[in-house]
């Protein structure tokens, strides 16, 4: 016998950066708000990062879950031509090339102390809601950041 899970999703949230014919995903053409950062932070973070850091801006104190293919795929990408072409590497560029370092990066600003999983998967958003009632035995309410960067 299975136990059912039930779940309410309070808020769902998303931001499409490109596209000119959305059809009915138009609504979710938007510019991230970052006005809660502070400008000398703000200049590090990807395009990725900054949709990511945006969504999460009212989750303070809340478990989140980052799910993504590839994360910082295209800075990745940036760092292997500037290795092919024998150019320095940035140390900024590298320290935040890593899968996480969206959702740690808000952690850092946003001072959450709260638990943060991350996943790399092809089934991103899927993964990331069978991650959360996973733990729903832990937090009334947690944070899912499902992103993919083209």
């Given amino acids: 016998m299975q136990n059912k899970v039930y779940f309410n999703i309070s808020k769902f949230d998303a931001i499409i950066d490109t596209g000119s014919n959305l059809g ?9 708000d970052l006005t809660h950062i502070a400008p000398i932070e703000r200049r590090r973070l990807s395009k990725g990062a900054r949709f990511c850091i945006s969504l999460l801006k009212e989750s303070d104190e809340m478990p989140v879950i980052f799910s993504s293919k590839h994360g910082e795929i295209n800075r990745c990408f940036s760092l292997q031509s500037s290795i092919a072409t024998l150019e320095p590497l940035s140390p900024a560029s590298f320290c935040i090339s890593v899968h996480n370092a969206s959702v740690a990066q808000n952690a850092i600003f946003a001072k959450n102390r709260a638990e943060i999983s991350a996943i790399s998967t092809n089934l991103s958003l899927e993964n990331g809601i069978l991650n959360a009632v996973a733990k729903f035995d832990e ?5 899912i950041i499902s992103y993919f960067e083209s």
């Avoid at 009915?24 to 510019?31: A, D, N, P, R, T």
């Avoid at 937090?139 to 944070?143: P, R, S, Y």
């Fill in 24 to 32: 009915e995903l138009e609504i979710y053409k938007k510019s991230p």
């Fill in 139 to 143: 937090f009334d309410k947690i944070a």
